[in-house]
C-alpha cells in the first residue's frame, strides 16, 4: 500500500557530486521524520541525515558540511552530496515514518529498496 522508491545513485569520482531523490506513494494519511540511511555489506545501517516534517535536518557527523537533506513536498525528499569520499560508499535507503489511511494514529517505518552510490577512481 505504501511504497518509497529512491533514485539518483551511480559511480562518482571522489570530489564529485550526486543528488538522491525518495517519492513516498500510497495510502498515505501522514508523513513524520524522514530520512537517508546508508549501510555496506557486513555492516550495520546507519543513519546519513534525517528531516523532521517541520523540514528541521539533522545530519551524521561524517556527512555535515557535505550533504543536504531537503524535503520539496510531504512525500518528497533529496539528499544532495558534493565532495564525495570513497568511504560514502554504500547502499543508500530512504526511510519514513509514516501513518497511514487504514491507521492514521500510529506511523510506522517504511524502507525503500535502496539505490547504489559508489565513489571511485
Known amino acids: 500500500q505504501v511504497q518509497l522508491v529512491e533514485s539518483g545513485g551511480g559511480l562518482v569520482q571522489p570530489g564529485g557530486s550526486l543528488r538522491l531523490s525518495c517519492a513516498a506513494s500510497?495510502?498515505?494519511?501522514?508523513?513524520?521524520?524522514m530520512g537517508w540511511y546508508r549501510q555496506i555489506p557486513g555492516k550495520r545501517r546507519e543513519v546519513v541525515a534525517t528531516i523532521t516534517e517541520g523540514g528541521k535536518p539533522n545530519y551524521a557527523d561524517s556527512v555535515k558540511g557535505r550533504f543536504t537533506i531537503s524535503r520539496a513536498t510531504a512525500k518528497n525528499i533529496f539528499l544532495q552530496m558534493v565532495s564525495l569520499k570513497p568511504e560514502d560508499t554504500a547502499v543508500y535507503y530512504c526511510?519514513?515514518?509514516?501513518?497511514?489511511?487504514?491507521?492514521?494514529?500510529?506511523?510506522?517505518?517504511?524502507w525503500g529498496q535502496g539505490t547504489q552510490v559508489t565513489v571511485s577512481s
Open positions: 526511510n519514513a515514518e509514516i501513518a497511514t489511511m487504514t491507521d492514521m494514529f500510529t506511523a510506522y517505518p517504511y
Open positions: 500510497g495510502s498515505i494519511f501522514r508523513i513524520r521524520t
